[in-house]
């Protein structure tokens, strides 16, 4: 499994969407390090479960990052169109149109490569601090993977390890180096590779990979 996530590190998924809202995102200032690769775990172990498009719409909708960005994108639309606005003010009503929002970007998004479901979400806002995320669903194995791209360079792996401590392992790939975290849970393992490059220390994508144990049956 190890191998397929440095490949996905490599694999430039973006343009296969092509779902993607121009909207300006102003409500929220963001920073790399509010995402936390461990939060996101529990949702792709229950990704990893369902068929492919619904464990994808489980990963995305429970992306923390995403839902904010995405009811930014509401608030502007309802700022830019009045009569358009379907989120006034009650935030129970855009919990649910965020939720709608993204069950489009998936049904919409979604494509097959190599026996993987995929879909991938194109940031557009140039003061977000991430500028792509794919979610990838094995359609013959209970796997599952999560992939962000950063859009600057102002995370660092001084500022990795200060989040996360010494990594398990790290290695040098291609013309980057990678930094690679472990949990080891009875019901899975998952491991997250931060791709980093060597010149300046600079995190230029990360991503996660969930795979299932399985369970053995007892024996009577």
Known sequence: MLPLLIALLAL????A?????GQSVTEVQFSADDFDWREIVPYLFVASGLPGGQGLKAV???????????ANELREECRSDKNGCTTRGDNSTLEGQVSKRIDEIVQEGIFRWHKKAIVDYLF???HFPFSQVAAVRSENQQDCYFVLELADRSYTAAQVQAQYGVPSDTNVVSWYSVYKYRLDRPGY???????IDPIDGA???VAISLKRKNRRTPRP
């Open 12 to 15: 430039p998924i973006s343009g």
């Open 189 to 195: 393992r998952a491991t997250a590779v931060f791709q």
């Open 17 to 21: 969407s092509g779902n993607v809202i």
């Open 124 to 126: 557009t806002d140039e």
């Open 60 to 70: 995305l909708e429970h992306f923390t990052l995403l839902r904010s960005y995405v």
């Open 203 to 205: 995190v230029t994508k």
